[in-house]
C-alpha cells in the first residue's frame, strides 16, 4: 500500500505550488502596472477586511480540523461550522454597510472596501468547507479546489492584463468571480463526503460546546489576526499608500519564502491529532517519522530566503521597473530572517494545540501581539517599512522563545542548537556568495551550494532518513 502521508505531501505540494505561482503572477502584474498608491490602497483594504473576518471566526477553524481528524461527529460539527461562517459574513458585511452609511468619505478615501470584504466573506464560507476537508484529510480535493480558485484568478488577471483592461476595480471583480468558483467547488466536495447531509446546523448545546472548547483560541485569534496585518494596517495610517505598497510587496516574497511550510503544516496538524486522539504516546515509528519531516523542514526553510536576498536587486527592479527592488532590501532580508523562526513557531505551536494548551497558546499569542503592536507604533512613524520589519522580527523571536519553554517536547523535540548552526551557515553562505563573484545570480547558486553542502556534511539534511522514511 502506498504510504499516504507521501500522498498528502503530493497533494498540498501541487495545489500548494499552483496557488504560490498563480498568487506570484496576480502579485506582479498589480504591483508592476497599477500605480503605487493604488496598489498601496488595495493591499490596505484587504488587510483590514481579512483582519474583521479572522476576528469573526472566533477561533473555531482548528478546533473543527482537530474534531473532525479525531473522528468526533464530523457531520455536526461541519454543518455548525457551515452555519457560524454564514453569520459571521453577514454580520461583518451588515456592519460595513452601515460604517459606510455613517461616514460615507471612507467610500471616497477607499472606494473598493465594500466589493473586497464581500469577496472575502464568499471566502471565508468557502474555508468552512476547505478546513472540514481538512480534518478529513482529503488534501486530493482541496487541491483540486485550489487549482480550480487560484488559475481562475489568474485567468480573469491575464485576460484584464491582455484586453487593456487592467484596474483595482476589474481586479476586485475578478477576484470576487474567483471566490464564487471556490465556494462552489468546497461545497460539492464537501457535500460528497458527507454523502449529502451538508447543510448549516444550529444546535445550541453543541454549538455552545463548540465555541466553549475553542474560547482560548478567541484570544489568539484577535491578537494573532493583529500580529499577522497590524503593520499593513498601521504603516498606511502613519505612512503613505507608497510605503505601505512597497512593505507589502517585501512581505508577499517573506510569505512565498515560506512555500514548504504551507505544504507541511496542515499536513502535521491531522497527522498529531488524529495519532494524539488513540493515545497519550506516539508510537515509536511516527515519532521518528514525524521528527525526520521536522527537521528536513527547518533545514529546507532557509534554502529560498538564501536565493533571494542575494537576487534580490537586481531581480526585483528589473521585474517592477525600479518600483520595490532596492528600496526594499534591507526591509526583505529582515523578514528573511523570519521564515526559519515561522517554521519553528509552527511546530511547536501545532505540538501545543494537539497537546491542548490553548491558554498557552493563547497568552503568548497576546504578548507577542503587543509586542508587535508597540513596537510598529514607535518604529513606523521613524524607519516606514524597515520599521514594521523590525518589529515583526523582534516578535518572532519572542514566539520561537515562548513557545519553547512552555511545550512538552519529551516526545517531539525543536533543537536550538541546530537552528542556531542553519542560521550560521546560511549567513556565511550568502556572504561567500556575495565574496567570490560579482553576479547576483551566480553569487545565489554559490550560496545555495555551499549551504546545502554544509547541511549535509554536518547531517543537518537527513538524507538517508529520508530514504528509510519514503519506505515505510
Known amino acids: 500500500m502506498a504510504n499516504k502521508l507521501f500522498r498528502d505531501l503530493s497533494a498540498n505540494t501541487v495545489q500548494t505550488g499552483i496557488t504560490q505561482l498563480s498568487g506570484l503572477l496576480i502579485f506582479y502584474l498589480l504591483s508592476r502596472f497599477i500605480p503605487k498608491d493604488q496598489f498601496g490602497d488595495f493591499q490596505w483594504t484587504t488587510a483590514v477586511g481579512s483582519t474583521l473576518i479572522t476576528i469573526g471566526s472566533l477561533g473555531l477553524d482548528m478546533v473543527l480540523v482537530k474534531r473532525i481528524a479525531a473522528g468526533n461527529k464530523p457531520v455536526r460539527i461541519a454543518g455548525i461550522h457551515f452555519f457560524h461562517t454564514l453569520i459571521v459574513s453577514t454580520v461583518v458585511l451588515a456592519g460595513l454597510l452601515l460604517t459606510l452609511f455613517l461616514f460615507p468619505h471612507l467610500q471616497l478615501l477607499h472606494p473598493l472596501f465594500l466589493l473586497i470584504v464581500l469577496q472575502q466573506a464568499l471566502g471565508n464560507i468557502a474555508n468552512s468547507f476547505k478546513f472540514s476537508l481538512t480534518g478529513f484529510q482529503s488534501f486530493r480535493q482541496l487541491a483540486i479546489i485550489s487549482i480550480l480558485f487560484n488559475l481562475g484568478k489568474a485567468g480573469i488577471i491575464a485576460g484584464l492584463f491582455f484586453s487593456h483592461t487592467l484596474s483595482v476595480r476589474n481586479v476586485a471583480l475578478g477576484f470576487l468571480v474567483a471566490s464564487l468558483i471556490e465556494l462552489a467547488g468546497g461545497y460539492a466536495y464537501l457535500h460528497r463526503k458527507l454523502r449529502g447531509k451538508l447543510r448549516p446546523v444550529y444546535a445550541p448545546r453543541t454549538y455552545r460546546s463548540f465555541v466553549s472548547e475553542s474560547l482560548p483560541q478567541l484570544g489568539v485569534v484577535l491578537f494573532d489576526s493583529a500580529l499577522a496585518r497590524i503593520d499593513w494596517i498601521l504603516l498606511g495610517i502613519f505612512s503613505t499608500t507608497s510605503v505601505t505598497a512597497e512593505y507589502t510587496f517585501?512581505?508577499?516574497?517573506?510569505?512565498?519564502?515560506?512555500?514548504?511550510?504551507?505544504?507541511?503544516?496542515?499536513?502535521?496538524?491531522?497527522?498529531?491529532?488524529?495519532?494524539?486522539?488513540?493515545?497519550?504516546?506516539?508510537?515509536?515509528?511516527?515519532?521518528?517519522?514525524?521528527?525526520?519531516?521536522?527537521?528536513?523542514?527547518?533545514?529546507?526553510?532557509?534554502?529560498?530566503?538564501?536565493?533571494?536576498?542575494?537576487?534580490?536587486?537586481?531581480?526585483?527592479?528589473?521585474?517592477?521597473?525600479?518600483?520595490?527592488?532596492?528600496?526594499?532590501?534591507?526591509?526583505?532580508?529582515?523578514?528573511?530572517?523570519?521564515?526559519?523562526?515561522?517554521?519553528?513557531?509552527?511546530?511547536?505551536?501545532?505540538?501545543?494545540?494537539?497537546?491542548?494548551?490553548?491558554?498557552?497558546?493563547?497568552?503568548?499569542?497576546?504578548?507577542?501581539?503587543?509586542?508587535?503592536?508597540?513596537?510598529?507604533?514607535?518604529?513606523?512613524p521613524q524607519l516606514g517599512g524597515t520599521g514594521a520589519a523590525i518589529a515583526f522580527l523582534a516578535s518572532s523571536i519572542f514566539q520561537v522563545a515562548a513557545y519553547y519553554f512552555t511545550t512538552d517536547q519529551s516526545q517531539l523535540k525543536l533543537h536550538p542548537g541546530s537552528m542556531l548552526w542553519q542560521f550560521v551557515l546560511s549567513i556565511v553562505s550568502v556572504k561567500a556568495g556575495m565574496y567570490l563573484t560579482g553576479s547576483a545570480y551566480v553569487a545565489a547558486l554559490v550560496a545555495f551550494v555551499v549551504y546545502v553542502t554544509g547541511s549535509v556534511v554536518s547531517g543537518q539534511l537527513p538524507l538517508q532518513q529520508l530514504k528509510a522514511l519514503k519506505r515505510n
Open 250 to 380: 517585501a512581505y508577499k516574497f517573506f510569505e512565498l519564502s515560506k512555500l514548504p511550510l504551507l505544504i507541511l503544516a496542515p499536513v502535521l496538524l491531522t497527522r498529531l491529532s488524529a495519532l494524539t486522539s488513540q493515545s497519550g504516546i506516539l508510537p515509536e515509528g511516527q515519532k521518528t517519522q514525524i521528527n525526520q519531516f521536522v527537521r528536513l523542514e527547518i533545514a529546507l526553510s532557509f534554502c529560498i530566503p538564501i536565493v533571494l536576498a542575494c537576487i534580490w536587486t537586481p531581480f526585483i527592479d528589473k521585474l517592477t521597473d525600479g518600483k520595490f527592488g532596492a528600496v526594499n532590501q534591507l526591509n526583505f532580508e529582515l523578514l528573511a530572517l523570519c521564515v526559519p523562526l515561522h517554521f519553528a513557531v509552527n511546530f511547536l505551536w501545532t505540538l501545543a494545540f494537539v497537546q491542548g494548551k490553548l491558554r498557552t497558546i493563547m497568552y503568548i499569542t497576546i504578548i507577542s501581539s503587543l509586542l508587535n503592536l508597540g513596537l510598529n507604533a514607535i518604529l513606523i
